[in-house]
């Protein structure tokens, strides 16, 4: 599934109220299975996260934050093993010193930091991950909807 494919499957009608629509990049060995293992046992998260998987939270590239945002996400996380616990042994280091780096710059070209998330959930911790989604969700309804790179007539 493309960024793209995310958003549309997200989008708002105009007669229900403002959802905020987040993107997930879920690592495919932690993350991901952590979220399989949340609906498993029935749990229950807001449905306006969007789950793409990655193989591992280090080929998150930040321009596909960046086109998740432009393309009209409210918010965008990034999901990872914990440090130390990766599949490919130090992807999510490269993640941790990148993202760190690119929330600075998001926050430069005005976009908000709760916007921008990264968490590390591995794939037992369901209850963890139903609650960081909630959290995002939260946070995100908070701010309202990204007008940073609203395009007319949209």
Same mark, same amino acid.
Request: aromatic share 12%; hydrophobic share 35%; proline share 5%.
């Given at each position: 599934?493309?960024?793209?494919?995310?958003?549309?499957?997200?989008?708002?009608?105009?007669?229900?109220?403002?959802?905020?629509?987040?993107?997930?990049?879920?690592?495919?060995?932690?993350?991901?299975?952590?979220?399989?293992?949340?609906?498993?046992?029935?749990?229950?998260?807001?449905?306006? !996260?969007?789950?793409?998987?990655?193989?591992?939270? %280090?080929?998150?590239?930040?321009?596909? $934050?960046?086109? +998740?945002?432009?393309?009209?996400?409210?918010?965008?996380?990034?999901?990872?093993?914990?440090?130390?616990?990766?599949?490919?042994?130090?992807?999510?280091?490269?993640?941790?010193?990148?993202?760190?780096?690119?929330?600075?710059?998001?926050?430069?070209?005005?976009?908000?930091?709760?916007?921008?998330? !990264?968490?590390?959930?591995?794939?037992?911790?369901? %209850?963890?991950?139903?609650?960081?989604? $909630?959290?995002? +969700?939260?946070?995100?309804?908070?701010?309202?909807?990204?007008?940073?790179?609203?395009?007319?007539?949209?």
């Amino acid at each position: 599934m493309s960024v793209e494919q995310a958003v549309e499957s997200t989008s708002n009608k105009a007669a229900e109220e403002w959802r905020p629509k987040i993107i997930a990049f879920t690592c495919n060995w932690c993350t991901y299975t952590g979220a399989d293992l949340a609906g498993l046992n029935r749990m229950n998260y807001p449905a306006d !996260v969007r789950l793409l998987r990655v193989p591992c939270s %280090g080929r998150v590239n930040p321009q596909f $934050v960046l086109h +998740s945002f432009q393309k009209g996400c409210d918010g965008v996380l990034v999901c990872g093993c914990h440090p130390g616990d990766c599949h490919y042994t130090s992807g999510n280091y490269f993640t941790r010193r990148r993202m760190l780096l690119y929330r600075r710059f998001l926050e430069y070209v005005g976009i908000e930091p709760e916007r921008f998330q !990264v968490h590390w959930i591995s794939g037992s911790e369901a %209850g963890k991950f139903r609650d960081t989604v $909630v959290a995002a +969700s939260e946070a995100v309804a908070k701010l309202g909807p990204n007008t940073k790179f609203r395009e007319e007539g949209r």
